[in-house]
């Protein structure tokens, strides 16, 4: 029998990872049993156990590992076109319309307020990072305040990602989309002097 080394049960480990960070936000936690999730992965059921010790440690790697991505396609983003890139490629319908190469936040939310302690710590701390380095280009005198404002713009930009994927009609859905935004542009500029809403800084 063929010994594999450190380096390919940690590749392993993250390909498990990764394609169930994907599935779940397809499909839901719930929805998304332990074979089913191996499956994806290319491995038997029974090799979960020599990666995870249940289903919710799982889990908590995958949504820390999706919020660990999301980072870095936001600074990518805005490296290339500012904060405001970040809200336009969110708030768009090539977003909406992918859920399972999307935002954590939007496809999960619910099911990560109902998970273990351990998975809302990492969910926390992933979001966190993401915040803090977006304002981390600005570089604010009050490193709370803009955190909490910054939070509070993500919330306006994941639930209006919700909502327009959970309306039949395909016009209101886009009217949704784009007003909020409109909004979340608006948000941003209050209180930037020569800054409009539409810039993408």
């Known amino acids: 029998m063929a010994r594999y ?8 480990r993250q390909r498990i990872i990764e394609r169930a960070g994907r ?18 992965a ?6 979960f156990y020599a990666h ?4 919710d440690d799982l889990v908590t790697h995958a949504v820390a590992d999706q919020l660990r991505a999301q980072r870095e ?3 990518a983003q805005a490296s290339d076109g500012g904060p405001g890139q970040v809200v336009r490629e969110y708030l ?5 319309d992918n859920p399972g190469e999307g935002c954590p936040s939007a496809a999960l939310l619910d099911e990560i307020g109902r998970s273990s302690d351990a998975t809302k710590q990492a969910y926390t701390e992933g979001l966190l990072a993401i915040i803090d380095g977006l304002n981390a280009r600005s570089a604010p005198d009050d490193p709370e305040a803009a955190r909490v404002k910054t939070l509070s713009v993500f919330a306006m930009m994941v639930g209006t990602l919700q909502l327009s994927r959970a309306l039949s009609d395909p016009e209101l859905a886009d009217a949704v989309l784009e007003q909020g935004l409109r909004n979340v542009l608006a948000v941003r500029s209050a209180g930037q002097p020569n800054r409009p809403a539409d810039t993408g800084s």
Do not use: C, P, Y
């Open 5 to 12: 080394g450190k380096d390919h049960k940690q590749a392993t």
């Open 23 to 40: 599935r779940f936000k397809r499909h839901g936690i719930d929805g998304s049993g332990i074979a089913t999730l191996m499956s994806d």
């Open 42 to 47: 290319g491995l038997t059921n029974g090799a």
């Open 52 to 55: 995870f010790v249940s289903k």
């Open 73 to 75: 396609s936001f600074a």
């Open 92 to 96: 768009s319908v090539r977003h909406r």
